[in-house]
């Protein structure tokens, strides 16, 4: 009932690893949707580890939020929203959400700033930038096309995604202009920016921001031969939940990305962490309710209860940040085949034993362990527990998610770097 349909990030290196990319996977959808199950809280007992290893049955076999504290300042990383053009089908999605304050546009001003894909393109520039599209510029493969560098007349450094030429394949053409249909109405410091797209002579080509350190699955796997730091680890895990709340609360129409994973999160040569891939995104509900639709995303980030019931909503992206979480503490791939049936699925592996007490016996080997690591762990896999939960309604929003990181931060530097030796 699973399709593949591939599973590389379109705006990264092709994946040198040995067990290669999770797949992605597309299901079909039926009129019948299951009615959304609860479960009882409790925190780490064996009622709630029964409940969250109930996530990973294959699915045919089975509270008011906190405000902001003022530890979480989010307006001193997140910015750059801004209201985005129409589609070129003239379709709309609805009035302009509010998006002062922490996610205003900072630095210029939001009338002269250049909108998200506005950038007009021929073929004959794609064709010069890439050299033809040349093998030595590709630098991603994907089931929905090949990933290319280029640099523009200007000197501007753009990826340029080639969409598969088959003319027999709907879906294809339904995700080039979905990516385009998203892309063009969000802009924020954490996600990739669109340049621009091009139709044409049988050509699909979406143009943006070339992201120069790779993705933060080849730094996990330590593909350029260093060990990624946890410190570096815990900010990126903060860029990725200010990405994603942007998409959830603050764009002008919500977005549910469907495709959080590693191979998806770009970074910059800092290690800031920018958000790729919108192929699989979604125009949420503005309201709380869901939309049911056809199942993509990754094996191994997939929400259960979206696999079981077709209903999406926000909290499925949630879910996978959840997943991420655990990826960024232990190194591990989601789903590791080659390792022991308990050890397998590392999500499921890595909650078991944070509610045994040994978490830290999931830190990445590549990491030394220290009290201040000891306890950003503990903190960040109760967060992951949370994003874990069987059902959305227990899992938190990405808005408190990012607050708990900013908290860990804080707790994690003050370790670190003791108060006697700041002063």
Request: glycine share 8%; net charge positive.
């Amino acid at each position: 009932m699973r399709s593949a349909s591939g599973g590389a990030s379109p705006w990264r290196r092709s994946d040198p690893g040995g067990s290669g990319e999770l797949s992605r996977v597309s299901v079909a959808t039926t009129a019948s949707s299951a009615p959304e199950g609860s479960v009882s809280g409790g925190g780490r007992g064996l009622s709630f580890l029964d409940a969250f290893r109930s996530c990973f049955v294959p699915p045919e076999a089975r509270s008011p939020e906190t405000s902001m504290s003022d530890d979480f300042h989010p307006s001193h990383q997140l910015s750059q929203s801004v209201s985005s053009q129409g589609s070129n089908s003239g379709s709309t999605f609805g009035s302009k959400r509010s998006i002062k304050g922490m996610y205003s546009p900072m630095h210029r001003n939001s009338l002269e700033r250049e909108m998200p894909g506005s950038t007009k393109f021929s073929l004959a520039q794609i064709q010069k930038a890439t050299k033809n599209f040349s093998p030595n510029l590709k630098i991603g493969q994907g089931g929905s096309g090949t990933v290319y560098k280029g640099q523009l007349a200007d000197g501007t450094l753009v990826a340029v995604k080639r969409a598969k030429k088959n003319v027999y394949d709907k879906h294809m053409g339904r995700e080039f202009w979905n990516e385009i249909e998203t892309l063009q109405r969000i802009e924020h410091l954490n996600l990739v920016r669109f340049h621009g797209y091009l139709e044409f002579g049988g050509e699909q080509l979406i143009i943006v921001e070339y992201v120069p350190n790779g993705n933060l699955r080849e730094h996990l796997d330590c593909v350029n031969g260093k060990v990624l730091e946890f410190s570096m680890r815990l900010e990126i895990a903060i860029d990725v939940a200010h990405a994603i709340t942007y998409l959830h609360t603050y764009s002008d129409h919500p977005v549910i990305h469907r495709d959080i994973k590693s191979s998806n999160i770009l970074l910059m040569n800092n290690f800031r962490a920018k958000v790729a891939d919108f192929g699989f995104a979604k125009l949420a509900p503005t309201d709380s309710s869901h939309v049911s639709t056809q199942v993509k995303g990754t094996a191994g980030y997939l929400d259960p209860e979206y696999l079981r019931t077709y209903q999406l909503n926000e909290k499925s992206d949630v879910y996978s940040f959840g997943v991420l979480l655990v990826e960024l503490v232990t190194g591990r791939r989601p789903i590791e085949p080659k390792r022991s049936i308990i050890e397998r699925v590392t999500a499921k592996w890595a909650m078991e034993k944070f509610v045994e007490g040994n978490a830290i016996q999931t830190l990445d080997s590549n990491l030394e362990a220290n009290n201040a690591i000891n306890l950003a762990v503990e903190k960040m896999f109760e967060l992951a527990l949370q994003c874990l939960a069987p059902t959305k309604r227990n899992r938190p929003s990405m808005r408190r998610c990012a607050e708990i990181l900013w908290s860990i931060r804080k707790d994690y530097r003050e370790l670190v770097v003791p108060t006697s030796a700041m002063h």
